[in-house]
């Protein structure tokens, strides 16, 4: 990992290679988290008070709980939800996007191949000529510190709403599959649900892809998953993080649903194994997503399912974590051999033109 010197962590005072933004050490946060992650948490306010968002899920006792995604969130009297798409407005919960009304969202056509994470696994991404219709949502149901798509938070703030009628008229002869992502497409999957069955209602041959945090309600993501496997799409799972404390201290909430999800579509494997369903990511962001890290979500996914697809995938500096380094080529390589060594068939370094130095 190069390009930044070491600093000293806030708590052990040891040189490490961590942001200065977070302060602390990626042991630190492991094995002091109660210590730690109130500390963190500070920033991440920060980082949401900027685009004016909720400060942290509300959990009014008397208000009205979101069942969506992981946060659960229980919104009192003219509070807003954790993404900041759901309102209590006198007593009722109002969407304000994400139905099939309307969603906070852009899209646009990407020449395939594209650089996407399952452009390596994938027969869609095969079809020269053709183009994936990328579907960029304006809301998430995490607060990254790294975020590489930072800027969705600038759609969320206009809140310009485009129906699930509007995205499938894009639909043309040349679009062979379509990709909801973002931010991230929980907090509206109603509208993405809706685009989907019209959109194959349009035109039959088409793959539906997801890539998500993997926080939803399950019995929205079931209905993704169905939509995916029927049409030949796959979903990608962003495991961002093993270590529960560190996930929270880099996203501010638990991967605990992600994991379980995860966990819940490996089953589903079997009903269609080619070209593969499901599909795993990590970022490896440098002196927080380590070794150690890569080995655990690879020891977890292998334990599934060798076969599932595994993507390490190059780190650039971005909003709260911008004053770190890119991914050396050396961390990439290290992670990928130790993801084999876990038992996984496929590793793939991915974004390999941002790596730094020599392996």
Known sequence: MEGREEVKCKRCEKSELISQNIGYCVDCIRKFPDEV?????????????????????????????CRICINECQIGEGEKGYCGLRLNKKGKLINLAGTKEGAVVEWYYDSLPTNCVADWVCEGSKKIGCSNLAVFYGACTY????????????????MNLRSAQELVDAVNERVACICYFGGDPTPQLAHALEASKLALEKKGNLRICFETNGSMNPELLEKAARLSLESGGCIKFDLKAWDENLHIALTSVSNRQTLRNFVSLSKLIEERPKPPFLIASTLLVPGYVDKKEVRNIANFIAKLNPDIPYSLLGFYPHFYMKDLPTTSREHAYRCREVALEAGLKKVRIGNPHLLSGAY
């Open 37 to 65: 992650l109130p500390q963190i948490k500070r920033l991440h306010i920060k980082a949401r008070e900027v685009f004016h968002l909720p400060l942290e899920p509300p959990r009014n006792p008397e208000g009205i709980k």
């Open 143 to 158: 607060n990254c510190l790294f975020c590489q798509n930072w800027h969705y938070r600038n759609l969320l703030s206009k």
